[in-house]
């Protein structure tokens, strides 16, 4: 961080605009072929119901994954293993333009679901690691503010990107968002140390709180909604 910046208190642009390209991308695409699933499962000769399961794999295995991700990857340098996982995350979505089988684009599916499982979290802790304390949670409150915008920008643009170029072309724009923020990634992030790893158990204790507990659930439900 240059000394300017950490004068005024604000994490700098170039890291703040990669950090959020980071969470758009990989919120993008959760959902961002179910515009196409009609199309998907006519060219795969499957049931729209077996084609709406690429989705909920995906964010089964993102809710599932990420708590242990963040845990067991707690040692690893966070540049290091943010480009580790965007790069799985783009390999898997650019192999879809050679795939012709809905076994071999589950597993795909599989394989990018998992990388922003551990990539999201890490995208969170190096946003907590390098915004000053006064600007912390307006940092992060930017960050995961790609998370709305995937639903309002992404989501619409991926279906369009499909219907007007095939089915395929949803995942390439998910595989060019990540690209575009590794790339940020790989340009404006420096170098974080990792952090001391928490217990799962800990990580894990704020659900038992009901008002939290509350909190999340109402807020699952809604966004599961949109």
Avoid: K
Avoid at 121 to 145: C, I, K, N, Y
Avoid at 168 to 187: E, I, N, P, Q, W
Avoid at 191 to 207: E, F, I, K, S
Wanted: glycine letters at 8%.
């Amino acid at each position: 961080m240059s000394t300017l910046s950490a004068l005024r208190g604000h994490l700098p642009a170039g890291q703040l605009c990669a950090l959020t390209l980071c969470a758009f991308a990989l919120q993008t695409d959760d959902f961002v072929i179910t515009g196409v699933l009609p199309a998907l499962a006519r060219e795969l000769t499957v049931g729209q119901a077996a084609a709406g399961q690429l989705v909920t794999v995906f964010s089964v295995i993102c809710a599932a994954v990420a708590p242990v991700a963040a845990v067991v990857t707690a040692r690893l340098p966070r540049r290091r293993l943010l480009t580790a996982a965007l790069a799985l995350f783009c390999l898997a979505n650019f192999a879809v333009l050679v795939t012709r089988s809905y076994g071999a684009l589950m597993v795909l599916r599989v394989l990018a679901a998992l990388a922003a499982a551990v990539a999201l979290p890490t995208v969170l802790a190096v946003t907590a690691h390098l915004a000053p304390p006064e600007r912390r949670g307006s940092s992060l409150a930017t960050v995961m503010a790609g998370l709305t915008g995937a639903v309002v920008i992404g989501v619409p643009a991926g279906t369009w990107a499909g219907t007007a170029l095939g089915w395929r072309a949803a995942f390439a724009l998910g595989g060019t968002l990540g690209l575009g923020a590794l790339l940020l990634v790989r340009a404006a992030l420096p170098r974080v140390p990792p952090a001391p790893p928490a217990p799962l158990a800990a990580r894990l204790h704020p659900l038992t709180r009901p008002a939290v507990l509350g909190t999340l659930l109402a807020a699952t439900v809604a966004y599961r909604a949109t």
